[in-house]
């Protein structure tokens, strides 16, 4: 069983069981302006809240359907993901603990030595890559309830 359909029948699971166990925070997909993870970041902000942080797999899995809810599709997505304060350190822009992960193999690679932000959905795994912060993705913001 490969980590997309896991990652399906655990999405259907907290579907069905309701999202009592989740975070009381509300997720909405920027899909239809791509920009670079900082416009991306200020236009969350002006909005109440911060490109989503990822916790754990079950908040991966919603942040994965509400993409392809709101695109039909599984586009290459910002989160707030950075390390562009200290090479190699992963923090959050909402300032929470970075503790859970879904690199893909190789990664976060820093290629070139410019990538310090985070994107989802990359390549075939939908896993995670860092990439060049001036690279214009849709976001996905998140905020508390």
Same mark, same amino acid.
């Given at each position: 069983?490969?980590?997309?359909?896991?990652?399906?029948?655990?999405?259907?699971?907290?579907?069905?069981?309701?999202?009592?166990? *989740?975070?009381? @925070?509300?997720? &909405?997909?920027?899909?239809?302006?791509?920009? %670079?993870?900082?416009?991306? /970041?200020?236009?969350?902000?002006?909005?109440?809240?911060?490109?989503?942080?990822?916790?754990?797999?079950?908040?991966?899995?919603?942040?994965?359907?509400?993409? *392809?809810?709101? @695109?039909?599709? &599984?586009?290459?997505?910002?989160?707030?993901? %950075?390390?562009?304060?200290? /090479?190699?350190?992963?923090?959050?822009?909402?300032?929470?603990?970075?503790?859970?992960?879904?690199?893909?193999?190789?990664?976060?690679?820093?290629?070139?030595? *410019?990538?310090?932000?985070?994107?989802?959905?990359?390549?075939?795994?939908?896993?995670?890559?860092?990439?060049?912060?001036?690279?214009?993705?849709?976001?996905?913001?998140?905020?508390?309830?």
């Amino acid at each position: 069983m490969n980590m997309l359909t896991v990652c399906a029948l655990v999405c259907t699971i907290v579907a069905l069981a309701g999202s009592a166990d *989740l975070p009381e @925070t509300k997720a &909405e997909s920027n899909e239809t302006e791509p920009m %670079t993870w900082d416009k991306a /970041e200020k236009n969350c902000v002006s909005l109440g809240g911060h490109l989503a942080s990822v916790h754990n797999f079950l908040e991966y899995c919603r942040l994965e359907k509400l993409i *392809l809810i709101t @695109t039909h599709d &599984e586009k290459e997505t910002w989160i707030g993901g %950075t390390d562009a304060q200290e /090479e190699g350190h992963w923090i959050w822009s909402d300032g929470t603990t970075f503790q859970y992960n879904n690199w893909c193999p190789g990664e976060p690679n820093n290629g070139g030595g *410019l990538q310090h932000c985070l994107q989802m959905n990359y390549s075939d795994g939908k896993c995670w890559d860092d990439l060049s912060c001036y690279e214009e993705r849709p976001s996905v913001c998140a905020r508390k309830m």
